[in-house]
Nanobody, 126 residues
């Protein structure tokens, strides 16, 4: 059974930074070719795509709203995915979810992801 556990969320002032981590168990990064991604969901809004990365990090994709401010990366030896968030804005406030997909290319729709973490809260104050 695959488990994804997010960490690193918290309260930060606008302009600040946070680094989210997603630890994956039950599935070996170095053996499988899973695409990993981050999504977020603000109160009253639908879950939206933030960033994704292929299994060997040769391709990444970002939502326009975070491009240039967020960086997704992964460490296959540690079975961990990261999301470095810089220049945070109040509009980035949401629960951030880590997700994994059997697809080997980047996908942006939640329904294309097979495993999900429970999320970590990010709150950006103005």
């Amino acid at each position: 059974q695959v488990h994804l556990v997010e960490s690193g969320g918290g309260l930060v002032q606008a302009g600040g930074s946070l680094r989210l981590s997603c630890a994956v168990s039950g599935r070996t990064f170095s053996f499988n070719k899973d695409t990993m991604a981050w999504f977020r969901q603000a109160p009253g809004k639908e879950r939206e795509f933030v960033a994704a990365i292929t299994w060997n990090s040769d391709d990444t994709k970002y939502a326009d709203s975070v491009k240039g401010r967020f960086t997704i990366s992964r460490d296959n030896a540690k079975n961990t995915v990261y999301l470095q968030m810089d220049s945070l804005l109040p509009g980035d406030t949401a629960v951030y979810y880590c997700a994994g997909s059997l697809h080997t290319i980047v996908r942006v729709r939640p329904r294309e992801y097979d495993w999900w973490g429970k999320g970590t809260q990010v709150t950006v104050s103005s």
